[in-house]
């Protein structure tokens, strides 16, 4: 096996998943990575992305791939109730928040794509950076997805926001003072009160 082909496997074992991009910035050619896919060395995942053959992902795979092709975006609603563990279905489409204003990127991906629009502090505040089979994700915090999960009520369900919140409560994966301050972020302070009440309550 080649020096080049070594550098790239090292690679992917580290990163999990490189962007064809990432690969020729290695020194690798496009014709040569071709020459590898047909080889069986690695393994393309979906266009312009590759990983070793076989490799043994998460049930969240999906989440990451998208992570990696959409940089700036981030995880959120009921695959960031996936991520956290607050449910175990995993949903056939990945969601991912990106800034109102920006274009929304065309990928390839394995999983549907489902993008969701926040604006300013809603985008910006909560977000953590976690990994995934060695790939970074960014998504936002348990307090902060509950909070989204109120305001997209409509699209979700009233039903999987409050069961977020009663087993992100019973988890104490937050607090109330981060549910309150996401909140207003997300501005359903009212719809969110009466909910928050009860749950202290018991």
């Known amino acids: 096996m080649g020096i080049k082909a070594q550098k790239l496997i090292e690679n992917l074992r580290q990163y999990g998943m490189l962007k064809t991009r990432e690969i020729v910035e290695l020194g690798i050619s496009k014709e040569y990575l071709r020459k590898l896919t047909v080889q069986g060395t690695v393994e393309r995942v979906s266009r312009g992305l590759y990983s070793l053959p ?5 049930p969240m795979q999906s ?13 959120c609603l009921l695959s960031a109730l996936r991520f956290h563990g607050f449910t175990t279905q995993n949903p056939f489409e990945v969601w991912i928040a990106i800034e109102n204003r920006s274009r929304k990127p065309e ?22 950076e976690k990994r995934i089979d060695q790939l970074k994700v960014r ?12 305001k997209y009520r409509n699209k979700i369900g009233l039903d999987t926001a409050l069961e977020a919140l009663r087993e992100g409560w019973r988890e104490k994966r937050f607090t ?11 501005r359903v302070s009212n719809v969110m009160q009466p909910y928050l009440e009860s749950i202290t309550a018991l």
């Not at 989440?63 to 995880?75: N, R």
């Not at 003072?177 to 207003?184: G, M, R, V």
Request: positive net charge; charged residues 25%.
């Open 107 to 128: 990928i390839k991906a394995s999983a549907k794509v489902r993008y969701v629009r926040f604006s300013q502090r809603a985008f910006t505040d909560g977000i953590q």
């Open 176 to 186: 109330m003072d981060e549910l309150w301050k996401y909140a207003k972020v997300c």
């Open 139 to 150: 998504v936002y915090s348990p307090a902060k997805t509950v909070a989204d999960c109120f």
């Open 54 to 58: 076989n490799n043994d992902y998460s």
């Open 63 to 75: 989440i990451a791939e998208v992570s990696k092709q959409v940089p700036k975006g981030v995880i």
